[in-house]
T-cell receptor, first 116, second 111 residues
Framework: EAGVVQSPRYKIIEKKQPVAFWCNPI?????LYWYLQNLGQGPELLIR????????DSQLPKDRFSAERLKGVDSTLKIQPAELGDSAVYLC??????????????FGEGSRLTVL | KNQVEQSPQSLIILEGKNCTLQ??????????LRWYKQDTGRGPVSLTI?????NTKSNGRYTATLDADTKQSSLHITASQLSDSASYIC??????????FGKGTRLSVIA
């Protein structure tokens, strides 16, 4: 069974440029998460989807970050414009269950962003 | 505020030795606690889950313990191997709230 697929794995851009990350969750997983992970830190939730609906986006900096999950499968996370402080790893994860936090999360390998 | 604190921040051990990683949490109420292993450049992978009623659970050379009264968990690694080098992240869940992640312990196993 294929795991969570993310692309690109690495992205280097100049500040003020836009960037987009794509995530394909495990087939059948209705819950999808985007996390931000800085070096030496644990993942921090940006947004959580239940099917197509964003049910928790309280930590998403909406002035420059946006996300979508059309048709409740693939998801895209966009940053526009990027700032130096956005350099981090963006992790996508998916899970099967409905409850907010009981299930196991399956993570992709992450997209490492470097903003120059 | 729900928090998860892990110690030590980093650890270096010789191959074949044992080690124990600690996780203290303030999350309440409590649903479960998971230990994840994150290899460099990869996403975290779940090692074990502990529920309120469980005290000890093993997964190969990994043994997790939970004391729900003191809100402490540990992950013991026996006969460490070079492939155990990774970050180990403690994650606590509570009903109707986002998962709470620790910052992780960076383990380096050297020959």
């Amino acid at each position: 069974e294929a795991g969570v697929v993310q692309s690109p794995r690495y992205k280097i851009i100049e500040k003020k440029q836009p960037v987009a990350f794509w995530c394909n969750p495990i087939s059948g997983h209705n819950t999808l998460y985007w996390y931000l992970q800085n070096l030496g830190q644990g993942p921090e939730l940006l947004i959580r989807y239940e099917n197509e609906e964003a049910v928790d986006d309280s930590q998403l900096p909406k002035d420059r970050f946006s996300a979508e999950r059309l048709k409740g499968v693939d998801s895209t996370l966009k940053i526009q414009p990027a700032e130096l402080g956005d350099s981090a790893v963006y992790l996508c994860a998916s899970s099967l269950d409905r409850p907010l936090s009981a299930g196991e999360l399956f993570f992709g390998e992450g997209s490492r962003l470097t903003v120059l | 505020k729900n928090q998860v604190e892990q110690s030590p921040q980093s650890l270096i051990i010789l191959e074949g030795k044992n080690c124990t990683l600690q996780c203290n949490y303030t999350v309440s109420p409590f649903s479960n606690l998971r230990w994840y292993k994150q290899d460099t450049g990869r996403g975290p992978v779940s090692l074990t889950i502990m529920t309120f009623s469980e005290n000890t659970k093993s997964n190969g050379r990994y043994t997790a313990t939970l004391d729900a009264d003191t809100k402490q968990s540990s992950l013991h690694i026996t006969a460490s191997q070079l492939s155990d080098s990774a970050s180990y992240i403690c994650v606590v869940s509570a009903p109707d709230t986002p998962l709470v992640f620790g910052k992780g312990t960076r383990l380096s196993v050297i020959a």
